[in-house]
Each structure stands twice: as structure tokens, then as C-alpha cells.
């Protein structure tokens, strides 16, 4: 090979380098607007979705009492069934739940309009569905929604002392539950 073979080659290698060059940073740039694009939108959209959140939390009160026992399944399903559907339409919040979310408001909508409503299902799925929201606004991880506190092991935790306390035994006594 001659030396103006040799320079054709290095040449040929410089301009193709160049090309990939070019093309890997279109692609690269085309990415990051999409997803400066995305996050521009979702910080747009926070404040509304935040707030309606927040409103149908405050809707969702009565569908959680301290014992199933508590909760009236009748005045649930008058009261809160309206409360909902009004909130889900008329102020056009439907469009701020994510597709989890509306899956769960949905079944919680036809639970409440069923003639055969048990309170425990009622209580069960209207927490999911809040445990849902949690997880649309970034308060809980995926991970975190998942860990159910069974209600019978829930402990007061003592950030200080890092013990928790199960409800009836005083503070000296630690519980931790595993």
C-alpha cells in the first residue's frame, strides 16, 4: 500500500468516525428534549393532579374507619357514591388519575353502586386506591405500596429512640416487628 492509499483509508475513516459522531449526538439531543420534554410537562401538571388528589382523599374520609365495624355501608353508598362521581366528572379530576388509579376508583365506584356491599371489601379497596395516589404523587415507591402493616401489628415508632412500641405496652418495652 502506497502512501496516498494509506491517507485515502485515514481520511475515509476520519469522515466515517464523523458521521457516526453526528448521528450518535442527533440521537442523543432528540432523547434528552424528549425527556426535558416530559419532565416539563409532569412539573406543569403536578400542582392540579396534587390538588385534585388531595380532594378526592378528603372524599374517601368516610371509607376509612379506625375498625370496618365502624363504617355504615348504607350511608357509604348514598353520601360518598355521589361525592365521588361528582368529583371523577364534574370537575374533570378523572383526568389527573393515573391508569391504576382509575382502575381502583372505578371498581370502588361500582362497589359502592352493588346491592351486595361488605364493608371489609369497601375498606380494603378504597385503601389501595389512596395507597395508589401516594404512589402517583412519589410519597411511596412501588416497593413501599406494596408492605402491608397488618392493623393488629401497627406499633407507635419512636424516631429517637428508634423502637416501636405496640399499642398497651409502655415505651421501655420495645416491640419491633420483623
Known amino acids: 500500500m502506497n502512501l496516498a492509499e494509506m491517507l485515502s483509508v485515514a481520511a475515509d475513516d476520519k469522515v466515517l468516525i ?3 459522531g453526528l448521528v450518535a449526538g442527533y440521537l442523543l439531543n432528540r432523547r434528552i428534549e424528549t ?3 416530559g419532565l416539563a410537562y409532569r412539573t406543569a401538571l403536578a400542582p392540579k393532579r396534587t390538588n385534585a388528589y388531595e380532594a378526592l ?3 374517601t374520609e368516610p371509607l376509612a374507619p379506625r375498625r370496618v365495624s365502624d363504617l355504615d355501608v348504607s350511608a357509604a353508598k348514598g353520601g360518598c357514591f355521589a361525592d365521588l362521581r361528582r368529583w371523577y366528572y364534574n370537575g374533570g379530576n378523572a383526568m389527573y388519575l393515573s391508569l391504576d ?3 381502583l376508583f372505578l371498581q370502588g365506584l361500582e362497589l359502592l353502586e352493588s346491592d351486595h356491599v361488605r364493608a371489609e371489601k ?3 379497596l378504597f385503601s389501595s386506591l389512596r395507597t395508589q395516589l401516594k404512589v402517583d ?3 411511596y415507591s412501588r416497593k413501599d405500596a406494596r408492605t402491608r402493616i397488618p392493623r393488629s401489628q401497627r406499633c407507635r415508632w419512636f424516631p429517637m429512640r428508634k423502637r416501636c412500641t405496640k399499642p398497651g405496652r409502655s415505651v421501655a418495652e420495645p416491640w ?3
Open 18 to 20: 464523523g458521521l457516526l
Open 35 to 37: 425527556l426535558k420534554g
Open 57 to 59: 382523599w378528603k372524599l
Open 101 to 103: 388509579a382509575a382502575d
Open 122 to 124: 369497601t375498606v380494603e
Open 137 to 139: 404523587l412519589g410519597v
Open 176 to 178: 419491633i416487628s420483623r
